[in-house]
């Protein structure tokens, strides 16, 4: 396996503030951009070329990772004129592919935290030879999921979308957001306009015939659609429970950037990351958070769970739990937010303004 395609284009609607001016894949977790610990991830799996498919605030990926070469990788950029859907996004980067067509081609959808055994993934598609082999999790409600059933061999018998009723429940295997293609197949994906592969190119595939098979991988998995998850998913590769080899630091209770400023006995714990140049005060308490380049923490604050965006400032003695903090925003001292409140990018809370808040 040399070759992958990440797919990075996505708008990030349900993470935002916090995509307001970044991206998702480039919104910081562990202390490096996200897309770092895919590409990192990858590279200890053999992959050499990877084609980014990016739409969204493209121009902020190249400048960043450039040709790959510092991570050992050599790294291309197309981006999509209008939004084409995760199949049409594979279909679109084609023409950067250097494979051969019965070669695997391995695809990563941009917003997965896993602990995927990539390798197992293409020896599975080598050895059953399908012509698309998928990553499939167990989860413990799949109803939220598009289900994936396989036969006793792993190959795949159907695409069913997220069920309604507890019958239609067959299983608990759910597409994870990892493939490997043979080259050729994504050539019969229709070029120039939106495609998805879960809805249409999948089920087409099998309907006509073609072998797809799965392989259930239930080690760490987490989308990080959502401001809470992506949290989690940060503090969970600082604890060493979700494996990425770029992590900037040992794995532990927290981690501290090396320009990161935090007092004596302040408190920072549950693998909260306290960002460049971010700044903890005197008896603040930091859990399971992630606060990224320049932020404050004013004494006595206590957040937990939260994400405080760059530049951000939460006021001493506020009360932060489960809540987002847009880039530049102000709250004053004294207030008390909580239940997924979300405060936009550069806005301004007086002090005492919020006591509570309900989930928005």
């Known amino acids: 396996m040399t070759e992958a395609i990440l797919l990075v284009g996505g708008k990030g609607t349900r ?24 590409l990192a991830r990858a590279k200890a799996a053999g992959v050499e070329h990877i084609v980014l498919a990016t739409s969204y605030l493209a121009e902020v990926f190249e400048p960043h990772f450039g040709d790959g070469s510092d991570l050992g990788l050599s790294l291309e950029y197309v981006t999509e004129e209008e939004p084409l859907g995760t199949g049409g996004a594979i279909r679109n980067v084609a023409s950067r592919l250097h494979s051969g067509p019965d070669d695997p081609v391995l695809i990563f959808n941009g917003d997965i935290l896993t602990g995927l055994d990539i390798r197992a993934l293409v020896a599975t598609h080598a050895d059953s030879g399908a012509d698309v082999s ?79 098979q799965g392989m259930v ?69 930091v859990t399971g958070s992630t606060l990224l380049a320049g932020a404050v923490v004013e004494p006595g604050a206590v957040v937990t769970d939260s994400l405080i965006g760059a530049g951000a400032r939460i006021g001493a003695r506020s009360v ?5 903090i847009g880039d530049g925003a102000h709250v004053g001292p004294d207030n008390e937010l909580r239940d997924g409140i979300r405060i936009w990018c550069d806005a301004v809370l007086p002090a005492g303004t919020v006591r509570f808040s309900s989930d928005q």
Not at 18 to 38: C, D, I, R, S, Y
Not at 220 to 249: E, I, K, N
């Open 134 to 212: 998928l990553h499939l999790t167990r989860v413990e409600d799949p109803r939220a999921f598009g289900l994936v059933p396989t036969d006793g061999t792993g190959r795949v018998t159907a695409f069913l979308e997220k069920p309604q009723t507890p019958e239609e429940i067959v299983t608990d295997q759910i597409n994870a957001g990892a493939y490997v293609f043979r080259r050729s197949v994504i050539d019969t994906i229709p070029a120039g306009r939106p495609v998805s592969v879960e809805r249409e190119t999948f089920p087409e595939l099998l309907a006509s015939g073609a072998h797809l």
């Open 217 to 285: 991988d239930s080690t760490y998995w987490l989308d990080l659609g959502t401001p809470q998850a992506f949290v989690r998913g940060s503090a969970d590769l600082v604890l060493g429970r979700a494996p990425s080899p770029a992590v900037p630091g040992r794995c532990g209770d927290r981690l501290v950037l090396p320009t990161a400023r935090v007092a004596p006995d302040a408190k920072i714990t549950g693998g909260t990351v306290v960002g460049a140049h971010a700044t903890v005060g005197e008896g603040a308490r």
């Open 15 to 38: 993470l935002r503030p916090l995509t307001v001016n970044t991206p998702k894949p480039m919104v910081p977790a562990a202390g490096v951009p996200f897309l770092t610990h895919q």
């Open 320 to 324: 932060l739990t489960g809540a987002v």
